[in-house]
């Protein structure tokens, strides 16, 4: 069995009340199983031996208003293996928790803090996460999605996994039950260059999207043939 590792942030943005999740790893198409989220609910990452159903026991408890530590207590709680899986939360309110089981792979390591959570497995560097969760608080102003990709950024600067990362997956959901942003790059030799790029072209275009879904009358034009 190869072996993959993952790094990851979640975050909320204190002026809107948006919540994201970004995260990386080494395998393939890691956007499908580990970020996960709610509008006005919460953000949840579930990674290292990752089982996704954990996220859904997490967001039933924020939905419940019982707040981060909780959904955490609940997902551990809720597997047989709690000592393979890494975790991390941010509510709807900004409180963060983040858990690391002692079969946790390699160098691993964590960080929380209002409004921000990030953890990793299999690192070149146990500050990593801790570099990526200051990294999101000193941008605050900025747009989400951007944040959170200069967040995951810092990871890379500092040196990010100890196997090539290959896969990406950056997920925002702001006022509307769909995701404002939902961009993956399942397998890549520079995933996190062909998510900044993605970002380029979907960003400008992001709120066109939610217009299109909530007032149609009202929709704007996409410029293609036959849409006059």
């Not at 967040?151 to 959901?173: C, H, N, P, T």
Request: charged letters at 20%; a negative charge.
């Amino acid at each position: 069995m190869k072996i993959t590792n993952t790094f990851s942030v979640a975050g909320r943005c204190s002026e809107t009340g948006a919540l994201g999740v970004v995260v990386t790893s080494s395998s393939p198409s890691v956007g499908a199983r580990c970020p996960w989220g709610k509008q006005g609910v919460g953000a949840i990452l579930t990674q290292n031996v990752t089982d996704p159903r954990l996220a859904n026991i997490g967001l039933s408890v924020l939905e419940h208003g019982l707040g981060a530590e909780n959904a955490i207590r609940a997902m551990k709680e809720s597997t047989p293996f709690p000592e393979y899986r890494q975790l991390a939360v941010v509510d709807a309110e900004g409180n963060s928790a983040v858990f690391t089981g002692e079969n946790a792979l390699g160098v691993h390591g964590e960080f929380s803090a209002q409004n921000v959570a990030s953890i990793g497995n299999l690192l070149s560097d146990p500050e990593i996460p801790t570099g990526m969760g200051k990294k999101f608080l000193e941008t605050e102003g900025l747009p989400l999605a951007e944040r959170l990709i200069l967040a995951i950024e810092k990871g890379f600067q500092m040196g990010g996994e100890l196997d090539q990362e290959r896969s990406i997956g950056l997920l925002v959901y702001k006022e509307d039950s769909f995701p404002y942003v939902d961009l993956r790059v399942d397998y890549s030799e520079n995933p996190l260059e062909d998510l900044k790029k993605l970002w380029e072209i979907y960003g400008p275009q992001a709120e066109d999207y939610r217009v299109r879904a909530v007032t149609p009358e009202m929709a704007p034009s996409y410029g293609v043939l036959g849409d006059e």
